[in-house]
């Protein structure tokens, strides 16, 4: 069975500072990976997603996030945190191929003090 | 641009009574998903449809019910409205041939029950 952890539901950076929100996940089969984040009163959108092409992908908004299989990790990153980073970020692994369940971690809240 | 609608972001209804979330899509795409978001308990997966009246249980079926009469359009319907499923709820689409299926969420609806 598939699962999603996510390290910390609540994440407070400095703007200009590194941001890491941790992801970890299970999965019998390799699987595909995805960060969504979601703005206040708003649905969540595809921040960036791991096919198995590249081990670190790039996002959007200067995002992006590194799979390490040894680890079972797909932490996200980001170099110089904006204000506008603030937000809901949530991990997600799906089997794909035409498969229809996703399954989202609990979400991490991130916090950007000026 | 992927067009997701809901229709309506906030919602306040009785207990006993029968409510109706709507979702339509202008993407033509096959799959489409209900969600509850609870804070610290991520994204779960009430229903799910793959076709034209076609449909599946999720996580968390208990309570509601769906109709898919129409490709774009997948209604959940909470037959008699309890307190506990005072949430917000989210309709996502997919399109199932993606090799790496990302989903498409609308704005959610936030439903309030007393």
């Known amino acids: 069975a598939q699962s999603v952890t996510q390290l910390g539901s609540h994440v407070s950076v400095s703007e200009g500072a590194l941001v890491l929100l941790r992801c970890n996940y299970s999965s019998s089969v390799p699987p595909y990976l995805f960060w969504y984040v979601q703005y206040p009163n708003q649905g969540l959108q595809l921040l960036l997603k791991y096919t198995s092409a590249a081990t670190l992908v790039k996002g959007i908004n200067g995002f992006e996030a590194e799979f390490k299989k040894s680890e079972t990790s797909f932490h996200l990153t980001k170099p110089s945190a904006h204000m506008r980073d603030a937000a809901e970020y949530f991990c997600?692994?799906?089997?794909?191929?035409?498969?229809?369940?996703?399954?989202f971690g609990a979400g991490t809240r991130l916090f950007v003090k000026a | 641009d992927v067009k997701v609608t809901q229709s309506s972001r906030y919602l306040v209804k009785r207990t006993g009574e029968k409510v109706f979330l709507e979702c339509v899509q202008d993407m033509d795409h096959e799959n489409m998903f209900w969600y509850r978001q609870d804070p610290g308990l991520g994204l779960r997966l009430i229903y799910f449809s793959y076709d034209v009246k076609m449909k599946e249980k999720g996580d968390i079926p208990e309570g509601y019910s769906v109709s898919r009469e129409k490709k774009e359009r997948f209604s959940l319907i909470l037959e008699s409205a309890s307190t506990n499923q005072t949430s917000m709820y989210l309709c996502a689409i997919q399109r199932p041939t993606d090799r790496a299926p990302e989903q498409y969420f609308g704005p959610g609806t936030r439903l309030t029950v007393t």
């Open positions: 997600a692994v799906s089997l794909g191929g035409g498969g229809f369940k996703t399954i």
